[in-house]
């Protein structure tokens, strides 16, 4: 069964038993999801204010594109769980075992493709809370910066799923690429997440 068709609690406690999976990918990309989805719900209370009538058409794009990202993640928790499947069962190899070492390495590999993904769609989510904070119901202004920290602990977790499989890379090349690329998302979404958050803040004063 998929993780998505689970129910809430289901999930948490599958989240907390002895197992592989989920594990802090799947609840990151379910976490940036819940980010995304928090600017749908902007929208829907935007659409149809006269108040808001000139912004509309931008707020009709950010929903489409919301609602994009709010998929996307939510299918990154079954694929982070496919990926990181096999690279559990790889550590029970024997040591001298022939082609360990091979095995090992594309495990890692693909251990660390789809939280590199949940990072880079966690980014996108941090951009449209900003024009969702900006353009959309000031009632709901609350709810967008919701939507960001949600969306930048997403981005974080992400990270140090990817960071924890890069470290015992052989292939430092590719490695350094991918740790080279979180670096650039933590450094560029996070101080902007924060900028955000704490512009909604000031807003609330």
Request: with cysteine; hydrophobic share 45%; proline share 3%.
């Amino acid at each position: 069964m998929s993780m998505n068709d689970m129910s809430v609690r289901a999930f948490a406690d599958e989240l907390a038993a002895k197992t592989s999976v989920p594990g802090g990918g799947g609840a990151s990309a379910l976490v940036g999801a819940l980010g995304s989805a928090l600017g749908s719900m902007v929208g829907n209370f935007t659409l149809g204010k006269k108040k808001y009538a000139d912004v509309e058409p931008d707020i009709i794009r950010l929903m489409e594109e919301a609602k994009s990202l709010q998929d996307q993640l939510l299918d990154c928790i079954d694929k982070d769980a496919e990926g990181f499947e096999p690279l559990s069962k790889a550590y029970g190899i024997p040591k001298d075992a022939p082609g360990r070492d091979e095995t090992l390495e594309k495990c890692l590999h693909d251990a660390a493709a789809v939280p590199m993904q949940i990072a880079e769609l966690s980014a996108k989510v941090i951009d449209l809370q900003e024009e969702f904070a900006a353009k959309g119901s000031k009632l709901m202004v609350s709810d967008a910066g919701t939507g960001v920290i949600f969306a930048k602990a997403a981005l974080q977790g992400a990270i140090l799923n990817v960071r924890v499989n890069t470290k015992l890379m052989k292939d430092r090349t590719h490695a350094e690429a991918l740790n080279a690329r979180c670096e650039e998302l933590s450094s560029a979404y996070g101080k902007k997440a924060d900028a955000i958050y704490n512009a909604v803040l000031d807003g609330l004063k």
